[in-house]
């Protein structure tokens, strides 16, 4: 029977990390991971950043819903339409603002047969863990029904900071498995168990965010793509986009943090979707994303 492995964990832990690196270590095992990538906004620009260590046949995305509730139909039939294969092993990625106890009462029902029982992993950032303000309760519920916890960010943080995630964690899931990223053993997670734990109700709405896209024009400079995150409001948690810059024949992929931290690196290919900026978090919206863009391209 195939295992089906749920990673989720609040916007910007390390989800899509931890997922490539399960993707090549499961290859290198010889088994074959099948993969499906849930999003608000444009999902696909995120799995093109798996086909390096993918064959795009073998990734799935899934766009513009959340599939703890109005998308969980469509993900269980992405999932029973997968194709069985010698050493399967099915990775799921859900949005970073995903109900996960919700999500994994859903899911495990209606399944086919040949597919085990979902198991989650959960995806903590030591760093930020707790520090999300009015958010605070969607972090910590997320971890409730987890049968892993993967620490990550945890590498400038002191001992006591470490050793404090961890007491709150074992607190509020006692039953789960936890380890730093460079710990995680890829070869047990099939045998996992799902978790019995009863987990504490969250207010539903809590775990939906506005979020929205918009086209980006091509820019100047790689400031402007810095520029431009920056001046977007601190209630959007989560930024991303695919730009061209200037002459570079090659894209551009940007990401913002909920703290703040930005990252810019190449693009795996040309963006299905065309150039975007994208954002999740309270105050997304179109005209503002494009007043802010407006501004910093002149």
Request: glycine share 6%.
């Amino acid at each position: 029977m195939e295992a089906i492995i749920v990673v989720v964990g609040f916007l910007g832990a390390g989800k899509t990390t931890l997922l490539k690196r399960l993707i090549s270590d499961y290859a290198d095992l010889g088994w074959s991971p099948f993969v499906i990538l849930n999003d608000y906004e444009n999902a696909h620009l995120d799995v093109q950043q798996l086909t390096d260590i993918i064959e795009p046949d073998w990734v799935r995305a899934l766009s513009g819903s959340c599939i703890c509730c109005s998308g969980i139909a469509q993900l269980r039939d992405d999932v029973n339409r997968i194709p069985e294969r010698t050493q399967g092993i099915t990775l799921i990625e859900a949005n970073g603002t995903s109900d996960a106890c919700a999500l994994m009462g859903f899911l495990g029902v209606g399944l086919d047969d040949r597919f085990l029982p979902p198991v989650q992993i959960s995806v903590v950032d030591v760093k930020n863990w707790q520090q999300r303000g009015e958010h605070n309760e969607l972090e910590a519920s997320q971890i409730q029904v987890s049968s892993l916890i993967v620490l990550t960010h945890n590498q400038d943080v002191t001992s006591d900071r470490q050793q404090q995630v961890v007491d709150e964690l074992e607190q509020l899931n006692p039953s789960a498995t936890i380890v730093s990223a460079n710990e995680l053993d890829v070869t047990r997670l099939a045998q996992l168990s799902p978790s019995q734990n009863e987990a504490d109700a969250l207010e539903h709405q809590k775990a939906h965010w506005s979020s929205c896209s918009v086209d980006l024009p091509d820019l100047p400079d790689v400031a402007c793509i810095e520029s431009i995150c920056s001046g977007l409001p601190k209630s959007i948690l989560r930024v991303k986009g695919c730009a061209k810059i200037g002459q570079d024949k090659d894209y551009t992929y940007f990401e913002r943090l909920p703290d703040g931290t930005l990252h810019i690196r190449p693009y795996n290919g040309v963006p299905v979707m065309g150039t975007k900026l994208l954002t999740i978090g309270p105050g997304s919206e179109p005209e503002l994303l494009k007043k802010v863009v407006a501004a910093k391209i002149i």
